[in-house]
């Protein structure tokens, strides 16, 4: 089914510990988002990217870098993970004339 | 700038009551808006949504209709069911790269 797949769906980090979230859309979408939702705080946008080779600070950027090498994939980087970072964490991409599709989430804890 | 603001939940329904949830909308002109509908453990997905004033979407016999007049785009059902129990998110673009979403109205509809 086309749609937006996040790898992986569950992980526990250690303090300091890296990691990357993959993201990955098969339909063409030019912009892509990662979000971050907390419990009380609704969603909060991390980093988005319009196009190839581009990424843009969003709500939330402090202790994360993104990539967009390539149209379909959007990777989210924690250099150096702290217990605030945990959270579920949301890719969602879009075309110009339409609304999000979102992947089903990444669980992130950090101990 | 763009902005939604919807009721805070929880809201508790008896299986088959009249569904309202509501959503007001601050906006530079008339962008389409939108209602995402987030079941346990999973990402957001399109509920519906409407392009212009005075458009109605629906879809899995929730409705909402664009009100240019009182800026809302309230969310309703006539006849709720227990599987309808989930978070629901009003949202508008605040441009072309990005949406605001509201903080979301979790609905539990007991049998």
Redesign the interface.
């Known amino acids: 089914n086309a749609g937006?797949t996040q790898t992986p769906k569950f992980r526990v980090l250690k303090t300091g510990q890296s990691m990357t979230l993959l993201c990955a859309q098969d339909m063409n979408h030019e912009?892509m988002?990662w979000y971050r939702q907390d419990p009380g705080?609704?969603?909060r946008?991390i980093h988005?990217s319009?196009g190839e080779g581009t990424t843009?600070k969003?709500e939330v950027p402090d202790g994360y870098n993104v990539s967009r090498l390539k149209k379909q994939n959007f990777l989210l980087g924690l250099e150096s993970a702290a217990p605030s970072q945990t959270s579920v964490y949301?890719c969602?991409s879009r075309s110009?004339l339409d609304?999000?599709?979102?992947?089903?989430?990444t669980r992130l804890t950090v101990v | 700038g763009n902005s939604v603001t919807q009721m805070e939940g929880p809201v508790t329904l008896s299986e088959e009551a009249f569904l309202t949830i509501n959503c007001t909308y601050t906006a530079t002109g008339y962008p389409s808006l939108f209602w995402y509908v987030q079941y346990p453990g999973e990402g957001l997905q399109l509920l519906l949504k409407a392009t212009k004033a005075d458009d109605k979407g629906s879809n899995k016999g929730f409705e909402a209709t664009y009100r240019k007049e009182t800026t809302s785009f309230h969310l309703e059902k006539g006849s709720v069911q227990v599987s309808d129990s989930a978070v629901y998110f009003c949202a508008l673009p605040h441009n072309f790269n990005k949406f605001y979403f509201g903080s979301g109205t979790k609905l539990n509809v007991k049998p």
């Open positions: 937006v912009y988002y705080m609704g969603l946008l988005y319009v843009a969003g949301f969602a110009h609304g999000y599709t979102f992947g089903s989430g």
